[in-house]
């Protein structure tokens, strides 16, 4: 029961990170392709508005979900970090890299300074959700043995099924982005950036369910498995979040973008949820269960209790910060004192 509990609290951990986390990444994807400094000037302010209040809190939901792994899970946490340390460094380079170049942008005043923070801002958050995704594929498709760097270095995170994950995490969170960024706009009354965003947003998740279609292929050929638990015990969950995508691209179309935003969010919740349902019980594909990997009962029930202390403070002030964030945003001429940075 214990151990349980702990996979599911994590899990809810995972699933944060990538409804808010991952339309963090997604907003500085669209910054990347907003345009030169007079076309993407709008949606760089629209981006920097929206993003800035909770760009760094996004993280604390990855360090709550490492932390748990650790704590909870180490034998798993030891043979994921050991083998799929590449891809994890990389992703934390870009983590770095982002939120110094975000930052340093904001500070600078010079064009050319503004050109190159952004750059590094922009394809920072398209490198990070990929190789993040990569993790996800290499351990879906059981290419992590138990152990210390027991599995490639290589081919556990360079594979179908990762490559897979890393572009589709890459596309949802640019979709996630674009549905929040919607209704920003419109809540700042311009709704030709409003459309423009929905527009981006319809094309991304058109692309994100073409690319999950395709990948039922991808799955089939080379994580069997994997691809057993979304047909059987995780299709309902599937079928969920398709249904999630499919009514979002409707509300966008209809122009009710707050609605949309759940529905954006609980598309991408459910196919997390069926990639644990399709696992489950197995924590390292074909080795290791949730039981074996648990922690003794003591620590189990000092982390749950830990974790429900903790979330009476950090629920709250989230929250706080969230709809803080959601106020109107001052003119552009007021906010920004110099062009915004472009490609």
């Known amino acids: 029961?214990?151990?349980?509990?702990?996979?599911?609290?994590?899990?809810?951990?995972?699933?944060?990170?990538?409804?808010?986390?991952?339309?963090?990444?997604?907003?500085?994807?669209?910054?990347?392709?907003?345009?030169?400094?007079?076309r993407g000037q709008a949606q760089r302010h629209l981006i920097e508005h929206s993003i800035g209040p909770i760009w760094e809190a996004n993280h604390v939901w990855l360090i709550f979900v490492i932390v748990l792994l650790w704590s909870a899970f180490s034998?798993?946490?030891a043979a994921v970090m050991s083998t799929l340390y590449l891809p994890l460094t990389l992703a934390a380079?870009?983590?770095?890299?982002?939120?110094?170049?975000?930052?340093?942008?904001?500070?600078?005043?010079?064009?050319?300074?503004?050109?190159?923070?952004?750059?590094?801002?922009?394809?920072?958050?398209?490198?990070t959700p990929f190789f993040l995704g990569t993790v996800a594929g290499g351990v879906a498709s059981g290419r992590v043995p138990p152990g210390l760097a027991?599995?490639?270095?290589?081919?556990?995170?360079?594979?179908?099924?990762?490559?897979?994950?890393?572009?589709?995490?890459?596309?949802?969170?640019?979709?996630?982005?674009?549905?929040y960024l919607c209704a920003d706009a419109a809540r700042e009354e311009d709704t030709a950036?409003?459309?423009?965003?929905a527009r981006r947003a319809t094309i991304s998740g058109l692309?994100?369910?073409?690319?999950?279609?395709?990948?039922?292929?991808?799955?089939?050929?080379?994580?069997?498995?994997?691809?057993?638990?979304?047909?059987?015990r995780a299709l309902p969950l599937v079928i969920l979040s398709a249904i999630a995508g499919l009514t979002g691209l409707a509300l966008l179309n209809r122009r009710r973008y707050v609605l949309a935003r759940p529905a954006a969010a609980l598309a991408v919740a459910a196919i997390l949820w069926a990639w644990g349902a399709a696992q489950y019980p197995a924590m390292l594909v074909g080795t290791t269960t949730v039981d074996q990997a648990a922690?003794?009962?003591?620590?189990?029930?000092?982390?749950?209790?830990?974790?429900?202390?903790?979330?009476?403070l950090l629920m709250p002030s989230?929250?706080?910060?969230?709809?803080?964030?959601?106020?109107?945003?001052?003119?552009?001429?007021?906010?920004?004192?110099?062009?915004?940075?472009?490609?």
């Not at 950036?193 to 965003?197: H, N, P, R, T």
């Not at 922690?295 to 009476?312: E, Q």
Request: net charge neutral; hydrophobic share 55%; glycine share 10%.
């Open 1 to 38: 029961m214990l151990p349980d509990t702990a996979l599911a609290v994590m899990w809810v951990g995972l699933t944060c990170y990538a409804v808010f986390g991952g339309a963090d990444f997604g907003a500085g994807v669209w910054d990347l392709l907003a345009g030169g400094t007079r």
């Open 75 to 77: 034998p798993v946490f």
């Open 93 to 127: 380079l870009g983590i770095i890299a982002r939120g110094a170049a975000f930052a340093f942008r904001k500070a600078s005043t010079e064009l050319w300074q503004q050109r190159l923070f952004g750059a590094c801002f922009a394809l920072s958050s398209l490198i």
């Open 150 to 179: 027991e599995g490639n270095i290589i081919t556990s995170w360079l594979n179908p099924t990762s490559l897979l994950g890393g572009i589709l995490a890459v596309l949802t969170c640019a979709h996630l982005a674009a549905v």
């Open 193 to 197: 950036l409003a459309s423009d965003f």
């Open 207 to 232: 692309a994100s369910g073409a690319v999950a279609c395709a990948g039922v292929a991808v799955l089939h050929a080379d994580a069997p498995r994997l691809f057993y638990g979304l047909t059987h």
């Open 295 to 312: 922690s003794g009962s003591s620590v189990l029930s000092a982390c749950l209790i830990v974790l429900a202390v903790g979330a009476v």
């Open 318 to 343: 989230l929250w706080l910060l969230y709809a803080t964030s959601q106020r109107h945003a001052p003119a552009a001429s007021e906010a920004h004192s110099g062009p915004p940075a472009s490609r």
